[in-house]
């Protein structure tokens, strides 16, 4: 082998031994180096996914949180008091409510009758024809509070007419129809 050596130049021999060692470290870099680095390079990617999902789980934690409490005043404000009642215990809330409101604003309350409306799209409608007397002042603080104290509750029908024939602020006698929905469940 010596012999097979000696008739390279010298110049041939560093070159082939250069190529040599440069074949190695590239094979050596290649299925050994390589592989390690692209494994600590996906570790350390996943570790820092791992540290902002755990950074991302507590800001969804408190955005959920944030979410849950909007959604309970956007009840409040769709149902007013009926947001957490049952449905057969509607009718009697209504119904108290109101005597409460009438009380309140000097206003007579003369009958409340509830009754079943239609189903609309996904909501159940709940009738109720209301029979008041009262001036106008008051009538008008009334309806105000009704909306305030009941959520959404949709006048469908309203007459009013004059019981006296007082020239200024005579005594009203109001028909009403309301009408409030819950979502079918």
């Given at each position: 082998?010596?012999?097979?050596?000696?008739?390279?130049?010298?110049?041939?021999?560093?070159?082939?031994?250069?190529?040599?060692?440069?074949?190695?470290?590239?094979?050596?870099?290649?299925?050994?180096?390589?592989?390690?680095?692209?494994?600590?390079?996906?570790?350390?990617?996943?570790?820092?996914?791992?540290?902002?999902?755990?950074?991302?789980?507590?800001?969804?934690?408190?955005?959920?949180?944030?979410?849950?409490?909007?959604?309970?005043?956007?009840?409040?404000?769709?149902?007013?008091?009926?947001?957490?009642?049952?449905?057969?215990?509607?009718?009697?809330?209504?119904?108290?409510?109101?005597?409460?409101?009438?009380?309140?604003?000097?206003?007579?309350?003369?009958?409340v009758?509830?009754?079943?409306?239609?189903?609309?799209e996904?909501?159940?409608?709940?009738?109720?024809?209301?029979?008041?007397?009262?001036?106008?002042?008051?009538?008008?603080?009334?309806?105000?509070?009704?909306g305030?104290?009941?959520?959404?509750?949709?006048?469908?029908?309203?007459?009013?007419?004059?019981?006296?024939?007082?020239?200024?602020?005579?005594?009203?006698?109001?028909?009403?129809?309301?009408?409030?929905?819950?979502?079918?469940?």
């Open positions: 082998m010596i012999d097979a050596l000696t008739r390279f130049d010298r110049r041939e021999f560093f070159l082939i031994l250069s190529m040599t060692v440069l074949s190695v470290t590239a094979l050596t870099f290649t299925f050994l180096v390589l592989p390690v680095l692209k494994t600590y390079l996906q570790v350390s990617k996943s570790e820092a996914n791992l540290s902002n999902g755990i950074v991302i789980g507590q800001e969804l934690d408190s955005q959920l949180s944030q979410f849950r409490q909007d959604i309970e005043l956007l009840e409040r404000r769709l149902h007013g008091d009926m947001a957490s009642l049952p449905e057969r215990e509607i009718e009697a809330h209504i119904v108290g409510k109101l005597q409460q409101i009438s009380w309140q604003n000097n206003i007579q309350l003369i009958g009758e509830p009754s079943t409306g239609d189903t609309v996904s909501f159940h409608e709940i009738l109720f024809r209301v029979t008041l007397a009262g001036d106008y002042p008051d009538l008008y603080r009334w309806l105000r509070e009704v305030d104290e009941l959520g959404f509750v949709l006048i469908k029908q309203y007459e009013m007419q004059t019981l006296d024939d007082a020239a200024r602020n005579p005594l009203l006698s109001v028909q009403l129809t309301m009408s409030t929905y819950r979502a079918l469940r």
